[in-house]
Structures are given as C-alpha cells and as structure tokens.
C-alpha cells in the first residue's frame, strides 16, 4: 500500500512564494509517475504539473507554466512543487499522486494512488 502525504502548504499574499512536498513510503518509487493536482471549492481537481519516474520528463498545466516548478529526489522518494507569483486563483486544496509506468499524465483517473492535500491559499 503506497501512503502519499503532501506538507507546506499555508497562507501567503499575492505574488509571493510556496513550496509543497510529498513524501511517498511502501513502494519502490522507480517506474513510479507523480504529479501534482488541485481541487478549489465547487469545481473538479484539476492537473497541475507531472514528473516521469527518472524526473527528467515534466508537463505542466498552462495556468502555471513559467510560474510553477515540479521535481523529484527519488533518493528520498520525496516530490516537489515550487510555486513562485502567486495569484488568488492558485487558491486550492493541493493533492498528490502517484501511478505506475514511466510517464505522469493529466488525468486523474489514471492515478492510483493520493494523498490526502494540503490547503494553498493566496490572499489578494
């Protein structure tokens, strides 16, 4: 059973800075694809950014591209989400997730495995 827990989420204003990890224990986390999605309140979870398993592969949601940054150590089976200009619509429960194969993809329904979110709210 693969357990997936995000941290760092918080508060922060417009235009400011917030990093977000996930931290992922019960499997070997080679051939492992995560990604980052995001849930506001009253709309679907939405993909944010994905990482292939080698970390070398990175997609990103247009909303964030140039703004958002994702990474992997797989020596400490820990993902990342950099986020720098913030904007009120970044405001979200951020969850991760995982799936086996090599590639991330922007569908949810392809993950098998999430965390349980954090809370990124962007005040204006």
């Known amino acids: 059973q693969v357990q997936l827990v995000e941290s760092g989420g918080g508060l922060v204003q417009a235009g400011g800075s917030l990093g977000l990890s996930c931290a992922a224990s019960g499997r070997t986390f080679s051939n492992y694809a995560m990604a980052w999605f995001r849930q506001a309140p009253g709309k679907e979870r939405d993909f944010v950014a994905g990482v292939s398993w080698s970390g070398v592969t990175r997609y990103y949601a247009d909303s964030v591209k140039g703004r958002f940054t994702i990474s992997r150590g797989n020596a400490n089976n820990t993902m990342y989400l950099q986020m720098v200009s913030l904007k009120p619509e970044d405001t979200a429960v951020y969850y991760c997730?995982?799936?086996?194969?090599?590639?991330?993809?922007?569908?949810?329904?392809?993950?098998?495995?999430w965390g349980q979110g954090t809370q990124v709210t962007v005040s204006s």
């Open positions: 997730a995982g799936k086996g194969g090599y590639y991330p993809s922007a569908d949810r329904r392809n993950y098998d495995d």
